[in-house]
């Protein structure tokens, strides 16, 4: 019987994670996910850069544009640091998700941000998560260095 208990509670939860959505909602400003992030004193992503030395993380209290959110479950953004240069933000323990219509928005993220390389598998894994087509994810070849973010909490301001 605890044998069958357990095959149920794990088959449940895989359904559960497969069907994941991203969840609803505007992104209005003042909404807020994960801890609650006071906007004030934020600084702009473009001073980031400057702040990272290697590998060692950096708190971040952040003020940027997101221009691109997974669209399978709201588990990861894409922030626009310059024209040329993005910043890649995953959430801290993926305690919280966000909803695709955050995309074009301005937030605050409160985190930890870090240079980091990221391999090529894991390029290609966000890019099929973003829904890129195959030639697309199969033309990522090399890792790519990447300024990430741990957003403990983010909230829209614009």
């Given at each position: 019987m605890k044998k069958q208990f357990i095959l149920l509670?794990?088959?449940t939860l895989?359904?559960?994670?497969?069907?994941a959505q991203p969840?609803?909602?505007?992104?209005?400003?003042?909404?807020?996910?994960?801890?609650?992030v006071n906007a004030?004193?934020?600084d702009p992503i473009t001073t980031l850069p400057a702040k990272l030395d290697g590998d060692n993380p950096v708190?971040?209290?952040i003020k940027a544009k997101v221009l691109d959110v997974c669209p399978k479950k709201g588990c990861w953004l894409k922030l626009e640091i310059n024209d040329s240069t993005t910043a890649f933000v995953k959430m801290k323990d993926y305690a919280f998700f966000l909803p695709t219509a955050i995309k074009g928005k301005t937030i605050v993220l409160d985190g930890e941000a870090v240079l980091k390389t990221?391999?090529?598998e894991e390029l290609r894994?966000?890019?099929?998560d973003a829904k890129k087509s195959k030639e697309e994810i199969e033309a990522i070849t090399k890792p790519k260095e990447e300024i990430?973010?741990?957003?403990n909490g983010i909230v829209v301001v614009k």
């Open positions: 509670a794990i088959v895989s359904a559960v994670f497969a069907n969840p609803e909602g505007k992104a209005l400003p003042g909404d807020a996910y994960g801890a609650v004030k004193g934020a708190a971040a209290k990221t391999s090529v894994h966000y890019a099929e990430r973010l741990t957003a």
